[in-house]
């Protein structure tokens, strides 16, 4: 049988895969393929995915974000879900998760897998409820049936819901939320029917030997996550992580990446106890978070209150980021929710690379920053997280040609525009006319006055748009 990823960086080798994500990163290959070996990165990359562009995920790598997609009952079409996968990697997802519980699963998911340059992810169990009607009617011999067939079409990496144990459950008596991971309530509901162990945790090691034959890649997850602050870090969430923390190393010995999930919901205060405490529970395995949502009062803004969560999770060392989109708690959401929560979640992560000191992460922002005072707008929405965004926000109100290179936009209008007064500034003190600013521009007097553009909110003007000014580069390098 050929080697996982892990098994071949245990055994020295560098391997195509780990050839690419170095590549991409821009680290050495050795160092890859010693964070690999370690179990402290990974990269999901089933031997089936003939279209995957592999990625790596770990603490030493750029942090990644994902983008859950999948249909439900209410909404199914094969059309529909690819459109959607395509919204989520145009939009920057390094992985995506097809979570779909409506009609027609399998079309989908082996559709989404022929079609992604990204890993893909799925969580089995809800493909295995889908078929035995009932959560109580889940047997191991399905789980495992439908666990081997996902790993056959090429999915990277899937999450296992083989933490929550029986003694777990009545934890959560005291919760405000209960349990609110659909896999845990589901496991939850089987072992309180039957009165017996979760049946994934009893499978466990034959589930890495499916995992092992693909190289698929676990997703241990957190059924016991905290569904509100009030839940958060309590005696249940963290009876779990230590069952994880067991079965990562379960996983490992067979040969078998995994990662670990993450909580949820948690106040900003304990937010590094928890990527800390999985840390050192899970030995390194990548941590792989879901927000945290940081307050529980913004329905229809969770794409935020989460994404604040999930940069504080980067900044401690969380590996990659699952996206939440302002329709969390309210809706499935749509093509312009998975923009907006990409967005927020790309903002996110790359906060935290840069605040971490990611070799070359801040390299952007100087780019920007560069083409933003120079007033290069192409260049400035080239750059853009969002370019299309950046592009058409500017362009409501300046739309024409001529204003991609004006010095000014209609955020603080030609007058009170502070670059541009500062970079005037520059070249008067260049030339010795202007011996002190401080502070203050006569605007009677200064170049503003006499480009005169037009007033803020239109397009027209009078002024001379062909008139030179002196470029950033231009000035004195000591001014
Ligand atoms: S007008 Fe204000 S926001 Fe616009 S470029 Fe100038 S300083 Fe920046």
């Given at each position: 049988?050929?080697r ?5 960086a ?7 895969e780990i050839e690419r994500v ?6 050495d ?7 690999v ?5 990974v ?5 089936n ?11 030493d790598?750029?942090t990644?974000v994902?983008?859950n997609?999948?249909?439900s009952?209410e909404t199914?079409?094969?059309e529909?879900?690819?459109?959607k996968l395509?919204?989520a990697?145009?939009?920057g997802?390094?992985t995506?998760?097809?979570?779909g ?6 079309r989908i998911r ?5 079609h ?7 969580v089995p169990?809800?493909?295995a409820v889908k078929?035995a ?6 047997t ?6 439908v ?6 079409q ?14 777990h459950l ?7 939320t ?12 089987w072992?309180?029917?039957h009165g ?7 499978v ?5 030997g499916i995992?092992?034959?693909y190289d698929?890649?676990f ?14 870090c309590?005696?249940?969430?963290y ?8 079965l990562?190393?379960?996983a ?5 990446q ?8 948690v106040?900003?205060d ?5 990527v ?6 899970c030995d390194?395995?990548?941590?792989y978070?879901l927000g ?5 009062v913004?329905?229809?803004y969770?794409?935020?209150?989460s ?23 309210l809706?499935?959401p749509d093509?312009e ?12 992560a790359?906060a935290?690379d ?6 070359g992460?801040r390299d952007w ?6 083409a ?19 592009r058409?926000?500017h362009d409501q109100t300046?739309p024409?040609?001529?204003?991609r290179?004006?010095?000014f936009?209609?955020?603080?209008g030609?007058?009170?525009?502070s ?6 500034a520059?070249?008067e ?6 011996e ?5 521009t ?6 503003a ?6 007033p803020?909110g ?9 008139r030179e000014?002196?470029?950033p ?7």
């Amino acid at each position: 049988m050929a080697r996982t990823q892990l098994e071949a960086a245990r055994d020295g080798e560098t391997t195509p895969e780990i050839e690419r994500v170095a590549d991409r990163e821009n680290r050495d290959r050795e160092f890859v393929r010693e964070r690999v070996a370690a179990g402290e990165a990974v990269i999901p990359a089933n031997r089936n995915h003939g279209t995957l562009d592999p990625m790596i995920i770990g603490a030493d790598f750029a942090t990644k974000v994902n983008a859950n997609i999948g249909n439900s009952e209410e909404t199914s079409d094969l059309e529909g879900e690819l459109e959607k996968l395509h919204v989520a990697v145009h939009h920057g997802a390094d992985t995506v998760m097809d979570l779909g519980t409506g009609s027609d699963l399998d079309r989908i998911r082996e559709a989404n897998v022929a079609h992604s340059p990204v890993p893909v992810g799925t969580v089995p169990l809800y493909e295995a409820v889908k078929r035995a009607g009932d959560p109580e009617d889940l047997t191991t011999d399905l789980l495992l049936s439908v666990i081997e067939k996902q790993a056959e079409q090429g999915v990277d990496y899937m999450t296992i819901h083989a933490g929550i144990l029986l003694e777990h459950l009545a934890l959560t008596e005291g919760r405000k939320t209960g349990i609110v991971s659909r896999g845990g309530s589901i496991m939850a509901a089987w072992m309180e029917a039957h009165g017996e162990q979760n049946p994934l945790f009893q499978v466990f090691e034959e589930i890495c030997g499916i995992f092992r034959e693909y190289d698929v890649t676990f997703s241990l997850g957190d059924s016991l996550r905290p569904g509100c602050l009030a839940d958060a870090c309590d005696e249940a969430q963290y009876a779990e992580l230590d069952t994880l923390g067991a079965l990562t190393q379960v996983a490992r010995e067979h040969g078998v990446q995994v990662m670990v999930e993450g909580p949820g919901h948690v106040p900003m205060d304990r937010i590094a106890e928890n990527v800390e405490r999985q840390r050192e529970v899970c030995d390194g395995a990548p941590f792989y978070v879901l927000g945290p949502l940081v307050t529980d009062v913004a329905p229809g803004y969770d794409h935020v209150t989460s994404a604040i969560g999930a940069a504080i999770a980067a900044r401690e060392g969380a590996a990659m980021l699952c996206y939440v989109t302002p329709k969390e708690h309210l809706g499935l959401p749509d093509r312009e929710d998975v923009r907006e929560g990409l967005a927020a979640y790309r903002i996110a992560a790359h906060a935290g690379d840069v605040g971490n000191g990611l070799p070359g992460a801040r390299d952007w922002d100087d780019a920007l920053s560069e083409a933003r005072y120079a007033f290069d707008w192409s260049e400035q929405f080239e750059l853009s997280l969002d370019p299309e965004r950046a592009r058409s926000y500017h362009d409501q109100t300046l739309p024409g040609d001529n204003y991609r290179e004006a010095r000014f936009c209609s955020m603080c209008g030609v007058e009170f525009c502070s670059m541009r007064i500062d970079q005037d500034a520059r070249a008067e003190r260049e030339e010795g006319e202007l011996e002190e600013l401080n502070g203050e521009t006569d605007l009677a007097e200064s170049s503003a006055a006499e480009v005169n553009l037009p007033p803020v909110g239109t397009h027209e003007t009078g002024g001379d748009l062909d008139r030179e000014y002196p470029r950033p580069e231009e000035l004195s390098a000591d001014d």
